[in-house]
Every structure is written in C-alpha cells, then in structure tokens.
C-alpha cells in the first residue's frame, strides 16, 4: 500500500488485526510501527523475523523516504529532518494514536529522533541494535575483534569514502560478521536495494549527527536491545542510550549480534511481547 505523506508517496504494510473479537467486545490490540534499517534497504530485512508479533499486536512496516518501494524523493531530502516528520505525518494521516515504535539500526534512529522531537507521539519505544551518534571509534576495533584487520579496513574504506566499489566489498567481507547465525540468503536478495541513500547519508549526516544531549527528551517507556557482538552499533552504544533515555531498560544479548531477533529469535520476541504488552 501507499500513502501521500507530505511531497512523497511512502510504502507500507500491514500484519495482523488493530480490533479483535472478544465475547461482545472488539479489543483492541497495540500497533507497533517497524522501522528499517540501512539506509538502503527495506522493511522486507524485518518481516521475516517480526511477523510472529502479529499474534499480540498489529504491525505496519514502513519504507522510509527514498528506500524500498516509497518514493525516491532527490538526494537533498535523504535527511533525518524529512525521516523523522514523515513519520510522524504518517501517523497522523494514519490516525495511528501513540504507536510503540520500534527501530533497528537506522530505523531506530530514526525512532529516537522521533521520539526525541515529537515525544507525546510514542506510547512506548523499542531501540534495536543503534545509537544516538554512530562512533567509529568502537565500530572500527569491533570489525577488526570479529573479522581481523581485513575486515576493518574494508569498513573504514566504505566509512571513508562511500562508493559502489567499496559497498561491495563490504557485503561481502564485513555484511557476514554483523550476526552469529547464518543469514538466510533470501532475506537480502528480496531487499530492493537503493545504496546511493547510504552513500548520502555516509558522505554527511551520518557522522554528523549527535542526540546523546537530547536523550532525556524521551518520555516513553524504552526497551533497548543490543547484541555483544555487535560490530557497527557496540554494546557501549547501547549503554549510552540507556544512560541518557531516563527509566529505560537495556537488555544485552550474549552470542547475538546486530538485531537480536535474528540471532535470538525466540528470546527476543518474547522480551518484546513482554514489554509491549505490559503495563
């Protein structure tokens, strides 16, 4: 489906039921807002793993702006000014009432923005393997820890000057190392790709950007999942979100690495269930 959200057209789906049956009432269920990763990629990198929520809640899994199948919008709106108010727009037009949102890598910056800037929107707020500023500093060691030095220098390659070639490399030498388990081979190949977005993104903002002083901004209860392994979003990362976001709770993943559910799926899950469906 598509929606008109500002000057683009956004991409979305939807999984499981908002009113459902019960005796002779329709209850209600929560709405959990999905949010990708990247940029570049797709909310397809999420359906596989997140679909069983869809029994407790209801999903929609959104492009963002200038990925997967919403609008390409130009390059001077690849920014997370436009991310950030799309969602929020999209919510509104949605009539989508403080969904818990939930974000994995740039999708939850994506989120804590959101959720920094517009914090009466999120009921509840679900941060998975990301950061409030992207820290080569860890990253970089944490390459080089998981895959030797030629892992880390074809990461600081890409992080220095993103291009088609560099990218590439960097599939196929460091993409490995970002989970324990063997990634499913499909789930990539399903993914329309668009890297020019995390080239843009690479080449400015993306090293730019810096909410660790904005953190106690956000309101809402906050889940924070990382994984030890993590090799682009580090664990110390997560700490610094959980230092700065006031009551939230951080749940670190042995033997996981970047987005838990997919080397946790089942542990995960439920730790998400859990805290979505709590008080």
Sequence with gaps: MRLRVRDVELYFDTAGMGLVPDGPEMCERPVIVCLHGGPGFDHSTLKSYLLPLAEEAQLVFLDHRGQGRSDESTPDSW?????????????????????VLLGQSFGGMVAL???????????????????????LDRALPMFERLGGTEARNVAERLFDDPNEENFD????????LYNTTRADPDILARVLLKPEVGFHFFRGEGFTFDWLGDLH???CPTLILAGELDPITPVADHEDLAAGIP???????????HGVFRDKPAEALQLIREFVLGD
């Design 247 to 257: 009551g939230s709770r951080l749940e670190v993943f042995s033997d996981a690495g």
């Design 113 to 135: 923005g959101t959720a920094i800037r517009h914090p009466d929107l999120p009921a509840k707020l679900i941060v998975s393997s990301s950061a409030a500023k992207i820290r």
């Design 79 to 99: 920014n997370f000014d436009n991310w950030i108010e799309d969602l929020r727009v999209f919510c509104e037009t949605l009539g989508i009432e403080h969904p």
């Design 217 to 219: 901004r956000v309101r």
């Design 169 to 176: 490399a960097f599939l196929a030498t460091c993409l490995p």
